[in-house]
């Protein structure tokens, strides 16, 4: 079974300032990571993508992830956060060893980063 | 750029009546979902459809829901005998073919059931 931790509820930064929002996941064998952005009364946002290769992705809007399979994690972040990143994040994951029709997506339970001017 | 497009944005309606959450999935896609948010919990799978039929389903998608793609292009959730407990945000999604391909979603559709 595979399984995402997003052990923040709630992460404040000011403006300007760097960004992390954790997740860590489970899967039995590789994992395809993901993470999302949910604005207010909005839909979920792709913003980027682990799949192979470079353990550094970078995302839409400056965003980047780091993929640690040590520390089986993938936190998100972003070198100067704006007013406008606030929203829900989720982290998810699917695993690889999933036949290609299956892409069963499991989330996190988001983490909302409130970016303070 | 291209989308995923749901309707109605907001339903309401009684206990015990049927209702239909409609998706148009990005055009070239081949595989789409359906996933729901209850308020304040995660966002849970419900069920994966490619080539006309369900490849995928959770313990959540009982008898009382049902997926269809009627025309080329709409891709519909049917919930039978809707339960207060069926209150919550559905969102479509689809993606291309390919193990790594990205899963784009909509913008969801909020059910709430009185």
């Known amino acids: 079974a595979q399984s995402v931790a997003q052990p923040e509820d709630q992460v404040n930064v000011a403006e300007g300032n760097p960004l992390t929002v954790k997740c860590t996941y489970s899967?039995?064998?590789?994992?395809?990571l993901f993470w999302y952005v949910q604005y207010p009364n909005r839909g979920l946002q792709f913003l980027l993508k682990?799949?192979?290769?470079?353990?550094l992705v970078k995302g839409s809007y400056g965003f980047e992830a780091e993929f640690n399979k040590s520390q089986t994690s993938f936190h998100l972040k972003k070198p100067s956060a704006l007013v406008s990143d606030s929203a829900l994040y989720f982290c998810a994951v699917r695993d690889w060893a999933s036949g290609a029709g299956s892409y069963q997506l499991t989330f996190g339970k988001g983490t909302k980063l409130s970016v303070i001017p | 750029e291209p989308e995923v497009t749901q309707t109605p944005s907001h339903q309401v309606t009684q206990m015990g009546q049927e209702v239909i959450l409609r998706c148009v999935p990005i055009?070239?896609?081949?595989?789409f979902y359906w996933y729901r948010q209850i308020l304040g919990q995660k966002v849970e799978f419900l069920v994966s459809f490619y080539n006309n039929e369900i490849s995928e389903k959770s313990e959540i998608f009982d008898d009382q829901f049902s997926v269809e793609r009627p025309d080329g292009s709409n891709f519909t959730l049917k919930i039978r005998s809707t339960k207060l407990e069926d209150s919550a945000m559905y969102f479509c999604?689809?993606?291309?073919?390919?193990?790594?391909?990205?899963?784009?979603f909509g913008e969801g559709s909020w059910l709430t059931v009185v």
């Open positions: 899967v039995s064998g590789n994992p395809y």
């Open positions: 682990y799949i192979t290769g470079d353990n």
């Open positions: 999604a689809s993606r291309d073919t390919g193990r790594g391909n990205t899963i784009y």
């Open positions: 055009s070239n896609h081949l595989y």
